[in-house]
């Protein structure tokens, strides 16, 4: 027998609020209650992931779980902000306990590592798809936006963007898997939301923004937002050993172009680079804010497509990223 919805809801959901002392009420009632600290604003994102659009079919549990929290966190760290609840909608096909226990292993040992707390949602029959909506808390006035890079600033780049893009494309067998594939399939199934690193760039980043749809085309949603330009240099690009062996000619293409990475994009004044901090997350000088509009890509980038990133409503002309790889899955 399948579970129904409230005992479904009861048994896989209703405790993971329990790890904040400043959750009031959480799963069970019709809205959960919070008591945010005082000085603090509160930092709101929602993120859905769809089967066949952010995720290919087939894809685990446990993955879906993890990367569904992870893409909010995500947010998260790029304003700065710490963690603190979130909200799950779920539309599932059916009520299928096996697929239940591996989506909450993964969303649950995320959250609980990342002090958030689960305090309510909705759970719907229908396509699979999850919604999750996060808050965070960030000292008044401290939040990291997008719109405070200045010409002259230099811009930063964390952990080896790329990776996950490939690592989709060998989940879809369209690149090889070699041993080096497995770090990253796994940068793609469990992406690692730079929540450390966001936190301690507040009052040292003039701008972040978190890499979703591929770095060239969100330093350039970076650079709108500050009304500024940007120059990206290729030689300087972290492309990482494993990504090289894997996607071979392509690897330069996929770090500027490939979407889901998670990384944090920043940009920092001169006289701020000492501050940046060691957390064990490689953090790379890839180019520079100078004045003007639009991201200028200085050296050869081999390989065919545009650099533009993933847009939903625009997949035609911009089909380089780890979404567009896979064909017809969107
Ligand atoms: P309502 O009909 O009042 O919206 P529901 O029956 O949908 O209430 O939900 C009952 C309780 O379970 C609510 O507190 C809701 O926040 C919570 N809930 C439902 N689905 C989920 C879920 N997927 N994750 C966490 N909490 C959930
Ligand atoms: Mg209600």
Not at 185 to 205: D, I, T, Y
């Amino acid at each position: 027998m399948p579970l129904g919805e409230f005992e479904l809801i009861q048994r896989f959901f209703a405790s993971a609020g329990a790890c904040r002392d400043d959750v009031v009420l959480g799963v069970g009632d019709d809205a959960a209650l919070v008591v945010p600290p005082p000085g603090v604003e509160i930092a709101l994102a929602a993120d859905a992931i769809v089967e066949g659009v952010h995720f290919p079919a087939g894809l685990d549990a446990e993955a879906i779980g993890h990367r569904v929290l992870a893409v909010n966190l995500s947010d998260l760290a790029a304003m700065g902000a710490e963690p603190a609840w979130a909200l799950l909608s779920l539309t599932l096909p059916r009520s299928d306990s096996a697929w239940l226990e591996g989506f909450t292993r993964g969303l649950d040992a995320l959250a609980r590592r990342s002090g958030i707390a689960l305090v309510g949602g909705d759970t719907t029959s229908g396509p699979l798809a999850a919604v999750v909506s996060v808050a965070g808390l960030v000292p008044r006035g401290q939040a990291l936006r997008r719109s405070g890079a200045r010409p002259g600033d230099w811009i930063y780049v964390s952990g080896a963007p790329g990776e996950a893009a490939a690592g989709l494309a060998v989940l879809q067998g369209s690149l090889p898997r070699p041993a080096a594939a497995e770090r990253l399939v796994s940068r793609f199934r469990l992406p690692e939301p730079r929540l450390a690193l966001g936190n301690a760039l507040r009052g040292v980043a003039s701008a972040c923004i978190d890499v979703s749809d591929g770095l060239a085309a969100d330093l350039g949603k970076l650079c709108a937002a500050s009304g500024v330009g940007a120059r990206l240099e290729v030689a300087s690009l972290p492309v990482s050993a494993a990504l090289v062996e894997v996607a071979g000619a392509d690897a330069t293409r996929l770090c500027l172009a490939g979407g889901d990475d998670y990384e944090l994009l920043f940009a920092v004044p001169g006289d701020r680079v000492g501050d940046l901090p060691e957390l064990g997350v490689t953090l790379t000088r890839i180019g520079r804010v100078v004045a003007g509009a639009g991201v200028e890509i200085v050296g050869e980038v081999r390989g065919e497509g545009p650099l533009g990133g993933y847009d939903h409503f625009l997949k035609e002309g911009r089909t380089t990223t780890a979404r567009g790889l896979g064909g017809p899955s969107q």
